[in-house]
């Protein structure tokens, strides 16, 4: 099993475990909408950048590396990262809220209204490139690129259940570090919860900077105010960017439904899409050693299926065509480049038995046109 793939495999299975086990209880606001949305939001592109991200600080440490802790015995090595990286993500995190351009890629992450693991992956596409400022003060020092990568596994790790909707309080945790119950107060919508709480895995720098704050008492929501997302990862991605630019989103009604897509087909299409992304990167990695015309084909489709699933998501007659138009052509691509494996041909057949089963009306329901101008 090849190391990148497996934390993929996990966080999924996790995430539709929770999400099945929340969708059952219903204690706490949920929609399968908003979990397929955050599984697909940025994770295409976020993968591309994430390796530009460690290209960049691999770059540096071998070229630019001021050797700072190469007489440090291992475990200091290890112990000084483990720390400096979190402190080097709370100002990370701390300044995307002050500046509009940073603002502009973490805004997606704040657009959920759910509380639960999926928000955890829900990222801008930009997520990652980012983040590569911040860190490159440990490159310069010299700390390895492997202990680099492991640090920032296990933090993000940390960060990934600190978006739970199921794990309880460990107050014996909470005077040091950022649990779900610290967390979630980061994503309240009113009161400026939002600018509290900065934290990643050690909540002792919210404390030492002052920005923490314990739950509020009163009954709250989350997400963020102004303009609605549109849960189509390419716009809303990009649309942060569009309004700094000064391009104004034209005053168009919205598109209304013409069929409701069934829970089962939905979160399907979701995770067979999600399949191939697996496969993509246990195939390519980061993708920068020799990119093949392959290879960007399947990036570019599974890119334009993240695209499409939101269409299907929201009911829009493109949606259908669409998706089906992915599903064709990634089959199609699989058997030309001769990817003629098992996964490939058994996961490039499904989706597309997937996609020919949504156009032609398999669970999905038409929408009443009386009953949406009503």
Same mark, same amino acid.
């Given at each position: 099993?090849?190391?990148l793939?497996?934390p993929?495999?996990?966080m999924?299975?996790?995430?539709?475990?929770?999400?099945?086990?929340?969708?059952?209880?219903?204690?706490?606001?949920?929609?399968?909408?908003?979990?397929?949305?955050?599984l697909?939001?940025g994770?295409i592109m976020?993968w591309?950048?994430?390796?530009?991200?460690?290209?960049?600080?691999?770059?540096?440490v071998t070229?630019?590396?001021f050797?700072?802790?190469?007489?440090w015995?291992?475990?200091l090595?290890?112990?000084?990262t483990?720390i400096?990286w979190?402190?080097?993500f709370?100002?990370?995190?701390?300044?995307?809220?002050?500046?509009r351009?940073?603002?502009?890629?973490h805004?997606?992450h704040?657009?959920?209204?759910h509380?639960?693991?999926?928000l955890?992956v829900?990222?801008?596409?930009?997520?990652?490139?980012?983040?590569?400022?911040?860190?490159l003060?440990?490159?310069?020092?010299?700390?390895?690129l492997?202990?680099f990568?492991?640090?920032?596994v296990?933090?993000?790790?940390?960060?990934?259940f600190?978006?739970s909707?199921l794990?309880?309080?460990?107050k014996?945790?909470?005077?040091?570090?950022?649990?779900?119950h610290?967390h979630?107060?980061?994503h309240?919508?009113?009161?400026?919860y939002?600018?509290?709480?900065f934290g990643?895995?050690?909540?002792i720098w919210?404390k030492?900077?002052?920005?923490?704050?314990e739950s509020?008492?009163?009954?709250?929501?989350?997400?963020?105010?102004?303009?609605?997302?549109?849960?189509?990862?390419?716009?809303?991605?990009?649309?942060p960017?569009?309004r700094?630019?000064?391009?104004?989103?034209a005053?168009?009604p919205?598109? +209304?439904?013409? &069929?409701?897509? #069934? *829970?089962?087909?939905?979160?399907g299409g979701?995770l $067979?899409?999600?399949? /191939?992304? !697996?496969?993509?990167?246990?195939?390519?990695?980061?993708?920068?050693n020799?990119?093949t015309?392959?290879?960007?084909g399947?990036?570019?489709?599974l890119?334009?299926?993240?695209?499409?699933?939101?269409?299907? +998501?929201?009911? &829009?007659?493109? #949606? *259908?065509w669409?998706?089906?138009?992915?599903a064709s $052509?990634?089959?199609? /691509?699989? !058997?030309i480049?001769?990817?003629?494996?098992?996964f490939?041909?058994v996961?490039?057949a499904?989706?597309?038995?997937?996609?020919?089963?949504?156009?032609m009306?398999v669970?999905?329901?038409p929408?009443?046109?009386?009953?949406?101008?009503?």
């Amino acid at each position: 099993m090849n190391e990148l793939t497996f934390p993929i495999i996990f966080m999924v299975l996790i995430v539709m475990v929770e999400a099945l086990i929340i969708a059952r209880q219903k204690r706490v606001s949920f929609s399968w909408q908003d979990v397929v949305f955050n599984l697909n939001s940025g994770h295409i592109m976020l993968w591309l950048f994430r390796g530009l991200e460690l290209f960049c600080y691999g770059f540096v440490v071998t070229h630019f590396s001021f050797g700072l802790t190469d007489s440090w015995p291992t475990w200091l090595v290890w112990l000084f990262t483990l720390i400096a990286w979190d402190l080097g993500f709370y100002w990370l995190h701390r300044l995307h809220h002050r500046y509009r351009l940073l603002w502009a890629v973490h805004v997606v992450h704040h657009q959920g209204e759910h509380f639960n693991l999926s928000l955890g992956v829900r990222n801008s596409w930009y997520s990652s490139l980012t983040s590569i400022p911040f860190f490159l003060l440990l490159a310069l020092m010299g700390v390895p690129l492997t202990v680099f990568m492991t640090v920032s596994v296990l933090h993000y790790t940390i960060q990934f259940f600190n978006h739970s909707g199921l794990i309880p309080r460990f107050k014996w945790l909470e005077s040091w570090m950022v649990t779900p119950h610290h967390h979630r107060v980061h994503h309240i919508k009113t009161g400026g919860y939002a600018n509290r709480n900065f934290g990643g895995s050690f909540i002792i720098w919210d404390k030492l900077f002052g920005t923490f704050s314990e739950s509020p008492e009163t009954p709250h929501q989350y997400g963020i105010g102004g303009e609605a997302a549109t849960e189509n990862p390419l716009i809303d991605s990009n649309r942060p960017f569009l309004r700094i630019l000064g391009v104004k989103k034209a005053n168009k009604p919205m598109h +209304s439904p013409s &069929y409701h897509i #069934g *829970k089962m087909g939905l979160v399907g299409g979701s995770l $067979l899409l999600f399949t /191939l992304v !697996i496969g993509y990167v246990y195939r390519y990695g980061y993708g920068f050693n020799g990119t093949t015309l392959e290879q960007v084909g399947l990036f570019l489709l599974l890119a334009a299926g993240t695209v499409a699933l939101s269409g299907l +998501s929201s009911g &829009y007659g493109w #949606g *259908k065509w669409s998706w089906f138009a992915v599903a064709s $052509l990634t089959l199609l /691509l699989i !058997i030309i480049a001769g990817w003629l494996t098992p996964f490939w041909l058994v996961m490039g057949a499904l989706l597309w038995l997937h996609s020919l089963a949504v156009l032609m009306g398999v669970g999905t329901t038409p929408v009443d046109r009386r009953d949406v101008q009503a």
